[in-house]
T-cell receptor
Framework: DGGITQSPKYLFRKEGQNVTLSCEQN?????MYWYRQDPGQGLRLIYY???????QKGDIAEGYSVSREKKESFPLTVTSAQKNPTAFYLC??????????????FGPGTRLTVL | GEDVEQSLFLSVREGDSSVINCTYT??????LYWYKQEPGAGLQLLTY?????DMKQDQRLTVLLNKKDKHLSLRIADTQTGDSAIYFC????????????FGSGTRLSIRP
């Protein structure tokens, strides 16, 4: 079964704690992305990675960190520095810039709630 | 700057056609996309169109692109209750090949 998995589906965090959201893909895609979605809004890009061991900040990177040690994995850490972390987090992957159609495919999302 | 705009809500009667509209600003976009999001789920790619095309049809879905007016539309024929969802229009970014710019989404509701 090919696809993108995110875990957990729901996550609760106390203020001041760091939490890590998992994203795994077995599509052999080079590129991976993290987005944040707030109610009634579109998706905002947090971080993206075009290749292993390399990643770039998106539009709202402050308070977040990522790593890309393996091609299939792109975990996102929401740190205590993120002022308003309650949101729906979506991970995506795409074949990569070497492909003519670098279409992004999405995982099922993780809903993070700060208590 | 790069921006994608959509109306927030659309209500149609079951069996009618739905037309969801989108305008974008980046004329150098290569691809334009339509994604569907059901409640509590991720985004599902519905279809995409290359910028040198005017129209693309895939079963009940028809995408029309007016590049002069920077207008994209998605028509869903014979709308069913399972089509209830949020529909996102998106374009590839002209300034960064890795980025996709999303609209805020149109919530489609179906009435009997």
């Amino acid at each position: 079964d090919g696809g993108i998995t995110q875990s957990p589906k729901y996550l609760f965090r106390k203020e001041g704690q760091n939490v890590t959201l998992s994203c795994e893909q077995n599509l052999n895609h080079d590129a991976m992305y993290w987005y944040r979605q707030d109610p009634g809004q579109g998706l905002r890009l947090i971080y993206y990675s075009q290749i292993v061991n390399d990643f770039q900040k998106g539009d709202i990177a402050e308070g977040y960190s990522v790593s890309r040690e393996k091609k299939e994995s792109f975990p996102l850490t929401v740190t205590s520095a993120q002022k308003n972390p309650t949101a729906f987090y979506l991970c995506a992957s795409s074949p990569g810039l070497a492909y003519s159609t670098d279409t992004q495919y999405f995982g099922p999302g993780t809903r993070l709630t700060v208590l | 700057g790069e921006d994608v705009e959509q109306s927030l809500f659309l209500s149609v009667r079951e069996g009618d056609s739905s037309v969801i509209n989108c305008t974008y600003t980046d004329s150098s976009s290569t691809y334009l996309y339509w994604y569907k999001q059901e409640p509590g789920a991720g985004l599902q790619l519905l279809t995409y169109i290359f910028s040198n095309m005017d129209m693309k049809q895939d079963q009940r879905l028809t995408v029309l692109l007016n590049k002069k007016d920077k207008h994209l539309s998605l028509r869903i024929a014979d709308t069913q209750t399972g089509d209830s969802a949020i529909y996102f229009c998106a374009e590839t970014s002209g300034s960064s090949a890795s980025k996709i710019i999303f609209g805020s989404g149109t919530r489609l509701s179906i009435r009997p």
